[in-house]
C-alpha cells in the first residue's frame, strides 16, 4: 500500500509585494493559514528583489519577473516540504512558470499562472505547450486566468459580453486533459476570487486545475476571503499518494493549428492520401476511416520530429547560456575575493551580511528506519531517532543488569584489605 502525504497548497494574487511591509504581511498569512506551496501573481518584484521571499518558513522559492511595477509569478514551498527540483521553465515575459520535481517521492508538475487581460488564444497554446512538455500524472496548474468559465455561475452581475472569453482556456484544458477541481467539488455554488472596484463586480478567476484521475485525492478545495488584496486566495488539500499512469485516448494537439508548416504539410498528405485511396468505389464511411487512422500516424510522427528538432535548439540555446554564466560567475567571484581581500578582516556591512546570509535549517525532511521504510512526518521520524538509539545504547549481555544490582555497593573494611597472610598457608 503506497503512503500518503498531505500538503495544502494556495493560489494567491498578491497586488504587488514590492513594499516590505506588505511582503512580510503576506509571508505571515500564508504561514499563519499553513501553507506549504504558495503559488503568487503580480509580484512586482525583479530577480534580486525575489530572493528576499525566501526567508522565514519558505524554504524553496522559483520566480518568473518582468518589472518591479508589472506581472511577476512565484511557487513558494515550505522548507519542511521533501520537494526535489528536476527542471524549471520560466516565461520570459512573467506570465507563467514550471516546476518539475518530486515531492515525498512522487513526481509532481506545477504551473503558476497569470494571464494577461483579455486572455489570447496564443497565450493559452503557449501554456498547453509547456505543459505538454513536462506533464506527468500528478500535474496541478493554477493562478490567476484572468476569465470566466462559466459566466452565469463564476460572474455577479452576468456579463454577456465577456461571456466567450473563456473559451480559448477551455479549449486548451481539454487538450492537456485538466478539470476545475472546485466546481467538480462544488458544482452549483455561486463564489467569487476577484472584486472589481470599477466595475462593481464580483467573478470566479483564480483557478486550481488537476487531472480528473486523482480527484480522489482531493481533500477539501475552498475559496478564502478578499481583504489584503482585490484577489481572494484558493485553497487545495490534496493527499500526495504515487499515482500510476493512466492510459488515456489520444487527443489531436489543436494548439498546432498556428503552425503554418503542419498546416502546409497536413494538406499534402490528405490530397496524397484521397488521390491514392478515392478511386469512386471506396466505401466513404471505410474511406474516412482510414483517413483518420493515416492523420493520427502523421501528427504523431510530425509531432515526434518537433520534439527533437526543438530539443537540439534547446541544446545549444543552454550551452549559450552556460558560457555566459560561467563568464558572469567568474566575474562575480574575482569581485567577490577582491572585497573579501579588502574588508574580511574588518567589522563592516560586508561581513555583516555574509552572517546574515548564513541561515542553517536542521529539519530533516525524510528519514528510513531499519526495515528500510520512508518516513516524513516529523512525529515518525522522531520515534524513529528514539528506537535506533535504544537499540543502539542497549546492552547485548542479558546478565549485564543482573550482576550489575547483586554486586554490593559496599564492603567491609576486612574485604576491601583482602586475605590475611595466615589464609595464605
Known amino acids: 500500500m503506497s503512503s500518503m502525504n498531505t ?6 494574487n498578491v497586488k504587488g509585494i514590492h513594499h516590505p511591509i506588505k511582503r512580510k504581511k503576506i509571508l505571515s498569512f500564508l504561514k499563519k493559514d499553513k501553507i506549504q506551496i504558495a503559488f503568487l501573481q503580480e509580484t512586482h518584484l525583479v530577480a534580486k528583489e525575489h530572493i528576499k521571499l525566501k526567508r522565514d518558513w519558505v524554504g524553496q522559492a522559483y520566480y518568473s519577473s518582468f518589472s518591479s511595477n508589472s506581472r511577476g509569478v512565484a511557487i513558494l514551498i515550505h522548507k519542511a516540504t521533501p520537494f526535489v527540483l528536476k527542471a524549471c521553465k520560466k516565461d520570459p515575459d512573467g506570465r507563467h512558470i514550471i516546476v518539475h520535481g518530486t515531492v515525498y517521492g512522487v513526481e509532481i508538475t506545477m504551473t503558476n499562472t497569470y494571464a494577461p487581460s483579455p486572455p489570447s488564444c496564443s497565450f493559452w497554446t503557449r501554456v498547453g505547450t509547456d505543459l505538454e512538455e513536462y506533464k506527468c500524472p500528478l500535474t496541478l496548474l493554477g493562478g490567476d486566468f484572468n476569465c470566466s468559465l462559466d459566466h452565469k455561475l463564476d460572474r455577479t452581475p452576468t456579463d454577456a459580453h465577456k461571456a466567450n472569453m473563456g473559451t480559448s482556456l477551455v479549449k486548451m484544458l481539454d ?18 476570487t476577484f472584486y472589481s472596484n470599477p466595475h462593481n463586480s464580483y467573478s470566479r478567476i483564480d483557478y486550481f486545475f488537476i487531472p480528473p484521475q486523482i480527484t480522489g485525492q482531493v481533500n477539501t478545495c475552498s475559496i478564502g476571503s478578499i481583504h489584503i488584496s482585490d484577489h481572494a486566495p484558493v485553497y487545495l488539500e490534496m493527499n500526495i499518494c504515487d499515482v500510476t499512469a493512466s492510459t488515456r485516448r489520444w487527443r489531436f494537439p489543436s494548439y498546432i493549428l ?19 485511396n478515392d478511386n469512386g468505389e471506396t466505401n466513404p464511411e471505410n474511406l474516412w476511416e482510414s483517413a483518420k487512422a493515416y492523420i493520427r500516424g502523421f501528427i504523431i510522427s510530425y509531432m515526434s520530429h518537433r520534439k527533437r528538432t526543438n530539443f537540439i535548439k ?22 567577490q575575493k577582491q572585497r573579501m581581500y579588502e574588508y574580511g578582516n574588518k567589522p563592516s556591512k560586508y561581513l555583516a551580511r555574509l552572517l546574515n546570509q548564513k541561515q542553517t535549517y536542521n529539519t530533516i525532511a525524510g528519514i528510513r528506519d531499519s526495515e528500510g521504510k520512508r518516513h516524513f512526518d516529523r512525529k515518525n521520524i522522531s520515534s524513529v531517532f528514539v528506537s535506533f538509539y535504544k537499540s543502539l545504547n542497549k546492552s547485548e549481555n542479558k546478565n549485564a543488569i543482573q550482576n550489575i ?12 584489605a583482602g586475605p590475611r597472610l595466615s589464609s595464605l598457608y
Open 405 to 416: 544490582t547483586q554486586t554490593p555497593l559496599y564492603t567491609t573494611a576486612e574485604e576491601q
Open 258 to 276: 498556428n503552425d503554418k508548416d503542419f498546416k502546409k504539410k497536413m494538406e499534402a498528405e490528405l490530397d496524397l492520401f484521397f488521390d491514392i
Open 175 to 192: 487538450d492537456v486533459n485538466l478539470i476545475d477541481i472546485w466546481r467538480t467539488l462544488n458544482p452549483s455554488v455561486r463564489d467569487f
Open 7 to 12: 500538503i495544502k497548497f494556495c493560489t494567491f
Open 314 to 335: 534547446t541544446q545549444a540555446i543552454r550551452a549559450e547560456l552556460n558560457s555566459v554564466l560561467n563568464e558572469k560567475a567568474s566575474t562575480f567571484l574575482f569581485y
